[in-house]
C-alpha cells in the first residue's frame, strides 16, 4: 500500500480512538488487517429515528491511492434504508463517490453515514423498493425500518405482528430473511408477499 | 698608521651601544659613554666585545624631505632641518656643538673625514688595542658628559653597520614599517588615503584580529554589536552607518524568518496530516490557495489536483472548504496574513511572467489561456504579446481525444521529471516552472475554459 495512505489511516486510527464521539459511543473503528487496508466501523442508530438503538456493522476497504479516491464503505448489517441497499449493504452517498475530497477522514465518513440515516435522499436512491416505500408510504417505511433495526442491528422495538406474518411464511416453508424482504417490500402484504415468493 | 690611529680614535666620540640600539640604557645619567640615538651619530666603527660605538655627530644637517611635504611624524624632533623654522635649527646646531667635543672634527673637511674613517677601519685590530688601553680614562673623562636627551624616537634614519650585533634583528628599523611609507607620504594630498577613505584591513579574521596589526597600516574595524564582528569604519561615518543599516535589515530578516518559520512548523498538511516542516527533503513545501486559508502540503494539494477520477469542480475546490481556486502558489512557509499572502501570490507570477509560455513557444504555438496565462508571452525579438483572451472551447469528443494525448504527453513529462525534482528542492524557481511547466496550474486552468 502506498505509504502515505497507510500513514494516514495511522493517524486517522488515532485520531477516531481519542474522538469524543467514540466517548459517547456514537461511533466506533477497529482494525481487521495490520497492514490499515480494512477496517471496521460501528455506527449507532440516530437518536429520534427508525434506526435508534441499533448498531451497524460497516466494511471499510482502505484503496491505495488513498486519500485522493474515497475508501469503500458497505454495511454489513442488513438495513431498511433508500439509500443502502437491503441486499448488499451498497451506500449510495456523494462523498463517497463523486463528491469526495481528500481532507475527508474515516470519522467524518462515519459521521455522514450516520447523518445519512437520519436524513434519507429518496430521489438518489441505492435500494429503490426501498426509495419508492419511503415516498409513498412513510409509515410503512418507518415501522419496516424499525423493524429490521430490531431484527439486524439489535434494536429494542419488537413488532409482534411483522413477527407473526414471517413466522408464517416460514411455515410454508419460506427461508426467514427471504420472507422479511418479500413482506417489508409489499407493505407487510402477507398475500402479495406469498404471491410474489410463490410466482 | 699605528700613529695616526691614536689620533683617529680620540678624534671620534664614543656612544653607548645600549642607547645605539634600544635607546634605553641601564646605566641612565652614569654610563660612562655618550647618549646619543642613532640619527644623531655618523657611524664610524664599532669593535667586537665592547660595549660602547665610535662616531661623530651628523656633519651636514639636511632639508628634511617629509617637512617639505607637510608631513614629518618627528616634528620638532626631527634630526633634519625643517625649513622656516630658525629656532629648530639653532637647537639642533647647539646640539651638534656640544656634542662634537673634539673642535678639530667640526674644522675637518668632509672628505679628509671620510678618508680617515677609511683608514681606521683598515687599522681595526690596532684601534681595538688603542681602545682597551683608553677605556678606563674614557669612563672617567667621558661619564661626565654622557646626553641628557631621554627622547624616546625609537627609530633612525641611518644604516647600521653590519657588524652591530642588535639582539632581536627582526625588530631593527629597517624591517619595521613606519606609519607613513614614503608613497603614502608623496601622495598624501590625494584624498583617496584620507583614513576615512581607505578600506578595512582585509586581512582581519573573524574575531577582529589582524594578523599583523603591530605592523599593518590598514584602518581596522570597531565591533558591531548586531553582526559581532569589527567590521565598523573607525573613522568614516557614513560608512559606519552604512553597516549599521545594513545589519538592522539583516537583522529583521532573521526574525521575519524566524517568525516565518515559527508560524509554519506546527501546520499540519490537510490531506496526509504530516507536519510539513517535517516531511521528507524536496516536500516540505506549503501549497497555498489564493481563495481559501487552508493549509497543504504542495505535493498532496497538486496531487490532488490531478486527480482524474472527480470532476474539475472537486479537484479545483479546496479539499476542506469546497473553495474553487484557479491555482497553487508554492511556498517555502505558511502565511497568515493577507498582506504576506497577496505579496507571496503577487512574486509568484511575477516569477512566472519572467519565463517563457511552453505553449506560446515564442510566437510559433498557441496557448489556450491567451493573455490569462502567467507566462511570457514574447517573441524572440522581446516584443511582449497580447493574444487577446482565452478562446471558449465546448468540451466535445473531439477536444476529449485531444486532451488524452496532451496528457499522456504531460505524465510522460512528469515522470520523466519525478527524481529531479526530488533533489533540486532547493531551488524554488526551477521547481515553479517545472511544475507550472507542466502539470495543473495549467492544467486546470486548460480545463476551466474547456468547460
Same mark, same amino acid.
Given at each position: ?199 | ?85 630658525? $629656532?629648530?635649527? =639653532?637647537? +639642533?646646531?647647539?646640539?651638534?656643538? #656640544? @656634542?662634537?667635543?673634539?673642535? /678639530?672634527?667640526?674644522?675637518?673637511? %668632509? ?11 683598515? $687599522?681595526?685590530? =690596532?684601534? +681595538?688595542?688603542?681602545?682597551?688601553? #683608553? @677605556?678606563?680614562?674614557?669612563? /672617567?673623562?667621558?661619564?661626565?658628559? %654622557? ?99 545594513e545589519c538592522v535589515e539583516q537583522h529583521e530578516r532573521n ?31 506549503f501549497g497555498i490557495l489564493p481563495n481559501c486559508n487552508h ?157
Amino acid at each position: 500500500m502506498a505509504n502515505i495512505a497507510a500513514q494516514r489511516i495511522k493517524r486517522e486510527f488515532k485520531e477516531v480512538i481519542k474522538s469524543e464521539e467514540v466517548a459517547k459511543c456514537a461511533i466506533k473503528l477497529e482494525l481487521v488487517d495490520d497492514n490499515y487496508t480494512e477496517l471496521r466501523g460501528e455506527i449507532a442508530g440516530p437518536p429520534d429515528t427508525a434506526y435508534e438503538g441499533g448498531n451497524f456493522l460497516l466494511e471499510i476497504k482502505v484503496p491505495e491511492t488513498y486519500p485522493f479516491n474515497p475508501p469503500k464503505v458497505r454495511f454489513m448489517t442488513r438495513i431498511w434504508h433508500p439509500n443502502i441497499s437491503s441486499v448488499t449493504g451498497a451506500i449510495c452517498l456523494d462523498i463517497l463517490k463523486d463528491q469526495w475530497a481528500a481532507a475527508m477522514t474515516l470519522r467524518t465518513v462515519l459521521l455522514s453515514l450516520q447523518a445519512l440515516l437520519s436524513a434519507a435522499e429518496p430521489d438518489d436512491p441505492q435500494d429503490a423498493v426501498v426509495a419508492r416505500q419511503y415516498k409513498e408510504n412513510l409509515e410503512m417505511f418507518k415501522l419496516t425500518a424499525r423493524h429490521w433495526t430490531n431484527v439486524y442491528a439489535g434494536g429494542p422495538n419488537v413488532n409482534p405482528e411483522c413477527d407473526e406474518k414471517i413466522k408464517r411464511l416460514i411455515d410454508m416453508g419460506i427461508e426467514e430473511h427471504q420472507a422479511r424482504v418479500a413482506l417489508s417490500s409489499y407493505n407487510w402484504d402477507l398475500e402479495r408477499a406469498t404471491e410474489q415468493l410463490f410466482s | 698608521m699605528a700613529e695616526s690611529a691614536q689620533p683617529l680614535v680620540r678624534k671620534y666620540k664614543k656612544y653607548c651601544l645600549q642607547y645605539y640600539n634600544s635607546a634605553v640604557c641601564p646605566y641612565g645619567f652614569h654610563c660612562t659613554y655618550n647618549h646619543s640615538e642613532r640619527h644623531e651619530i655618523d657611524l664610524v666603527a664599532y669593535l667586537e666585545g665592547t660595549d660602547f660605538i665610535l662616531g661623530e655627530p651628523p656633519k651636514t644637517i639636511r632639508q628634511c624631505h617629509y617637512y617639505k611635504l607637510g608631513r614629518c611624524i618627528f616634528q620638532d624632533r626631527c634630526r633634519y632641518l625643517h625649513d622656516n623654522d630658525d $629656532s629648530l635649527r =639653532n637647537q +639642533s646646531d647647539q646640539q651638534g656643538a #656640544t @656634542n662634537s667635543q673634539p673642535s /678639530e672634527k667640526v674644522d675637518l673637511p %668632509s672628505t679628509s673625514a671620510q678618508a680617515d674613517k677609511k683608514s681606521e677601519s683598515e $687599522s681595526q685590530p =690596532n684601534l +681595538s688595542k688603542e681602545l682597551t688601553q #683608553t @677605556n678606563d680614562e674614557e669612563h /672617567e673623562s667621558d661619564g661626565t658628559e %654622557s646626553s641628557l636627551e631621554e627622547d624616546e624616537e625609537e627609530e633612525g634614519a641611518c644604516a647600521s653597520p653590519a657588524v652591530v650585533k642588535n639582539k632581536s634583528w627582526a625588530e631593527a628599523p629597517e624591517f619595521v614599517p613606519r606609519g607613513w611609507s614614503y608613497a603614502q607620504v608623496v601622495k598624501a594630498d590625494e584624498p583617496q588615503d584620507k583614513l576615512e577613505n581607505r578600506k578595512l584591513c582585509p586581512y582581519t579574521t573573524k574575531e577582529g584580529i589582524c594578523v599583523n596589526v603591530a605592523t599593518c597600516n590598514n584602518v581596522h574595524g570597531e565591533f558591531c554589536d548586531m553582526c559581532e564582528r569589527y567590521l565598523l569604519h573607525p573613522y568614516n561615518e557614513s560608512e559606519r552607518k552604512r553597516h549599521q543599516q545594513e545589519c538592522v535589515e539583516q537583522h529583521e530578516r532573521n526574525m521575519e524568518h524566524s517568525f516565518a518559520i515559527q508560524r509554519s512548523k506546527e501546520k499540519t498538511c490537510g490531506i496526509c496530516f504530516e507536519i510539513i516542516m517535517e516531511k521528507a527533503n524536496g516536500e516540505q513545501r506549503f501549497g497555498i490557495l489564493p481563495n481559501c486559508n487552508h493549509c497543504f502540503c504542495l505535493t498532496c494539494i497538486r496531487k490532488w489536483r490531478q486527480a482524474h477520477q472527480f470532476e474539475n469542480k472537486i479537484i479545483r475546490a479546496c479539499p476542506e472548504c469546497r473553495v474553487t481556486s484557479d491555482f497553487v502558489c508554492p511556498s517555502m512557509y505558511w502565511v497568515d496574513t493577507k498582506e504576506d499572502k497577496s505579496k507571496l501570490i503577487e512574486d509568484y507570477k511575477e516569477a512566472l511572467s519572467r519565463k517563457d509560455c511552453k505553449y506560446f513557444k515564442r510566437g510559433e504555438g498557441k496557448c489556450p489561456f491567451g493573455n490569462k496565462c502567467f507566462y511570457k508571452h514574447a517573441t524572440p525579438d522581446g516584443n511582449n504579446i497580447d493574444v487577446g483572451p482565452p478562446s471558449r472551447q465546448r468540451r466535445h469528443r473531439h477536444v476529449d481525444t485531444e486532451l488524452d494525448v496532451l496528457q499522456v504527453v504531460l505524465w510522460d513529462f512528469l515522470d520523466g521529471r519525478d527524481f529531479p525534482w526530488q533533489s533540486l528542492a532547493n531551488d524554488l524557481e526551477d521547481l515553479v516552472s517545472f511544475f507550472t511547466d507542466s502539470d495543473e496550474s495549467d492544467w486546470s486552468d486548460y480545463e476551466l475554459f474547456l468547460d
